[in-house]
């Protein structure tokens, strides 16, 4: 549902002379458009707007949909203008023209790049928009403000608000920046936690797996949980970089289809040279980097043998070599492959290894079934339980900050 779907039923009030803007048939009348582009435009305008308080933030939108609706001589029932300034609220991230796309509930991500237009992911399909960003250097320094990040590292994974943002700079490429909505409002190891999704032990063990910068696939049906596994990964790691349906090199993806070979190369190498924690991405093309230590990957298999299988058999027909050829070198690249149930439950964990004969072993070391958990490593003798920091709201200006929006 769109943005101006959420406000079909709003039937406002408007002066007589204005009646002709009043759509026929009751079609959503194009007040709720124009109300968002300025606002958009507005909070673009800002230099500060990062560091209001989200109670801040919200009185402003508010004193500025009154003033808007006010000259607009547009009268709304009290709860109608409520629902209007809280889903504003929500839908204004302050990043300007992109606010507009990114309120469309069916818009899941968008990628922007320096000199071309801005492609979104709409209902399942990557959708040309005809729109280009002209200053997209700027859009990308609103973005690092918003991130409240002091780094100068040409390549940052990020979380604001209910996206995840990348961003790919100089010397690297040109300005690349990809937003993706989060599937899940919150998810991390608390939330998993919480909901007992992972119990304390899996939740430990899963720590040391990434303390020790082990490489791990992820593998699970469509819509089983991997990418808030993934969330729930970056939110616990420092310094972790994620790139989901990446194709490195040789083909186009939604993410870095607008890179060029040379550009990925960059990318990879300002990877590789610099102290990230870990790489995270997609490998349900077969792509991977087998000199990289501490990789995450997800792929979308029904199980642990389908998801070696499907790597092998792309791995063997790539290199021309043999199965077992093909088998050996994913053990020599994943540490342990971890098999997601539907509802975010890990099914099962295996540890891949080679034998004698240069056989890859597959060692299951947690399996799931009706009577619970079946451990097959070493349990901790403690746990440690990793608390979310609080974002902690910043206010400036505030004998003033009301008069910006009048």
Known sequence: MGFKDRFRDIQPFVAEEENEIIAEEKEVLPFVDILLAKLSDKVYSIPIWFDYSKDEKKELINLF????????SISLPHDSRESLINELTASVFGFGEIDKLLADNAVSALSIKSGQNVFVKKSGETIDTG????????????????SKLNTDRPVLKFGFENL??????????????????????????AYLLQNNKIDESIYSFLISLLNDKKNILISGASDAGKTSYIEAICSSVTNAVLFQKTKFINSESFICGGLSCDELENLFSALTFSDYGYVI???????YKDEISGMISSIQ???????VMKLAGEEAARNKITEKQAKARIASIYNYIIQLDKELYISSIAELSLNKS????????????????????ELPAEV??????????ISSGKKTFKSRFK
């Open 65 to 72: 949909v009154l003033n808007f609706l006010k000259d607009s």
């Open 131 to 146: 729109m280009k960003i002209e200053n997209v250097d700027i859009l990308a320094q609103r973005l690092l403000q918003a």
């Open 164 to 189: 995840i943002v990348t961003l790919i700079m100089p010397p690297v490429c040109d300005y690349f920046i990809t937003i993706k909505k989060k599937i899940r409002e919150h998810t991390d190891f």
């Open 281 to 287: 991405f997609d490998l349900n093309d077969g792509s």
């Open 301 to 307: 298999s029904n199980s642990i043998i389908d998801a």
């Open 358 to 377: 240069g056989s890859l072993v597959m060692s299951e070391v947690l399996a799931r079934d009706e009577n619970g958990y079946k451990y097959g490593f």
């Open 384 to 393: 440690v339980k990793q608390v979310e920091t609080p974002v902690v709201d």
